[in-house]
């Protein structure tokens, strides 16, 4: 039998979420002249890393939502606090609920053939995301996460309801991960435009080595059935 791959699966919780938890997450330690716990986080082939808030559904309200951030595409996904999760049971979550995002962003946003979709869900089977929690906020996460919390409070309010269901959850998803990103290379000082769900599908196809015939740079991708924020006011 090969041998697994094992990768970090950091997972970095923001002071709001860490007193939610009501844990002791140790912070990492200080870059050169920042501040403590406001590390700039990466991920590589060594280290998956996803920045963590929960935010209220509305002012001051008890319903919740938890979202998550991946530190190099961006790409986000929510999950609504419906009871109360400790740190055990949201690792489980997580470590779940991304790659189920990514394969049903990739249903309707078409960088590789459906019948692929499997395939790599079963080679991302093959790598242990051996889960590590910490308490950090990387402000250059924190402006994509914000905005991922307006549509949420936004489209709760539009709908007049109180929690993210399910399937809002998602198709808020697929909204977010299909639209342009502009973030500011460390290296180059330049903005980049990039797709969260093409960056991701990207990474994770270097940790698994296979391309999977990616239609990355096919610029015909159809998105007519990406979910748009005035559809949610229609409803």
Not at 165 to 191: C, D, F, G, M, Y
Not at 222 to 231: A, H, V, Y
Request: charged share 20%; glycine share 2%; hydrophobic share 40%.
């Amino acid at each position: 039998m090969a041998n697994v791959k094992t990768l970090q699966f950091q997972l970095a919780a923001s002071n709001a979420l860490n007193k939610y938890l009501k844990a002791d997450l140790p912070r990492l330690p200080v870059e050169l002249g920042k501040q403590a716990g406001v590390n700039t986080l990466t991920s590589d082939d060594k280290i998956f890393n996803w920045q963590l808030q929960i935010i209220d559904n509305s002012y001051q309200s008890c319903e919740k939502t938890i979202i998550a951030c991946e530190a190099n595409s961006r790409f986000t996904f929510f999950i609504p606090v419906l009871f109360k999760l400790d740190i055990d049971e949201l690792t489980k979550i997580l470590t779940i609920e991304w790659q189920s995002t990514l394969a049903a962003t990739l249903e309707v946003y078409p960088l590789i053939p459906k019948s692929d979709i499997a395939v790599l869900l079963s080679d991302l089977s093959q790598i242990k995301f051996a889960p590590c929690w910490v308490k950090n906020t990387d402000l250059s996460i924190s402006g994509h996460i914000s905005d991922a919390s307006q549509w949420v409070t936004q489209t709760l309010d539009n709908l007049g309801h109180k929690n993210l269901s399910t399937q809002l959850a998602i198709e808020l998803a697929l909204h977010l991960n299909t639209q342009p990103k502009r973030v500011t290379n460390k290296k180059t000082k330049r903005k980049e435009k990039f797709i969260p769900v093409e960056r991701l599908l990207s990474h994770c196809q270097a940790l698994i080595g296979n391309k999977l015939n990616s239609d990355m740079n096919d610029k015909s991708v159809d998105t007519s059935n990406i979910i748009s924020f005035s559809d949610y006011i229609k409803r």
